[in-house]
């Protein structure tokens, strides 16, 4: 699953926290405090942040992606702010 994001870095810069909560919680069907890990015990965001910001109001000069696991689902964030969200868990019957 994907979420867009924008080449512009100021966009979704103060956001991104949540953006990367909801799209997991997107992926596996939940509420957002749903999710049993907390975000930034498994990485830092404003380090995140600081890798792909440019210069304010700029585009980002970094190329790449950072990818995490969190709450069992494979979250891939590029320089562009589009985070992708790959689950890996399988939901038994109840």
């Not at 890990?37 to 950072?66: N, Y």
């Amino acid at each position: 699953m994907k979420h867009g994001g924008s080449g512009d870095s100021k966009v979704g810069h103060e956001d991104l926290d949540w953006r990367i909560i909801t799209a997991v919680a997107d992926a596996k069907g939940v509420e957002p405090l749903d999710i049993d890990d907390r975000l930034h015990d498994i990485i830092d965001v404003d380090a995140v942040k600081q890798l792909f910001v440019g210069m304010p109001d700029k585009r980002s000069m970094t190329e790449g992606r950072v990818s995490f696991t969190l709450d069992g689902c494979e979250v891939t964030i590029n320089e562009r702010w589009d985070i992708n969200v790959n689950s890996h868990s399988s939901v038994a019957a109840d």
